[in-house]
């Protein structure tokens, strides 16, 4: 069975930092590539950044590049996201995606490429 277990969302003042993490289980690492996505109020589902599970290549919207940094452990179990600078337009969930698809800024534009979603980890950005 698949699954990807995000933890470390939470409720944060605006210009804080926040790191959540994901946890994949049943997905073979060493052809799946691990995405963040992410809902927000009013916004379609939108692509943060990825990281390639061969070579920790990483990806990230343009927009988004500057605050958000993607990262794994060395054992790959367990992949980040680290963001700086919170802003109230941040407020919303997280996902951990995987799928068999390469980490490039053009995959984050396809959240329908990718098959297996966890539940996801509210971020919350008080201003």
């Known amino acids: 069975e698949v699954q990807l277990v995000e933890s470390g969302g939470g409720l944060v003042q605006a210009g804080g930092s926040l790191r959540i993490s994901c946890k994949p289980s049943?997905?073979?690492?060493?052809?799946?590539?691990i995405a963040w996505f992410r809902k927000v109020p009013a916004k379609e589902r939108e692509g943060v950044a990825c990281?390639?599970?061969?070579?920790?290549?990483?990806a990230y919207q343009q927009s988004l590049k500057d605050r958000f940094t993607m990262s794994r452990d060395d054992a790959k179990t367990t992949f980040f996201l680290d963001i700086n600078d919170l802003k109230p337009e941040d407020t919303g969930t997280y996902y951990c995606?995987?799928?068999?698809?390469?980490?490039?800024?053009?995959?984050?534009?396809?959240?329908?490429?990718?098959?297996?979603w966890g539940q996801g980890t509210q971020v919350t950005v008080s201003s």
């Open positions: 990281i390639s599970t061969s070579d920790g290549r990483t």
């Open positions: 995606v995987g799928d068999h698809v390469t980490c490039t800024w053009h995959a984050l534009t396809k959240p329908s490429w990718y098959t297996y």
């Open positions: 049943g997905l073979p690492l060493d052809d799946y590539d």
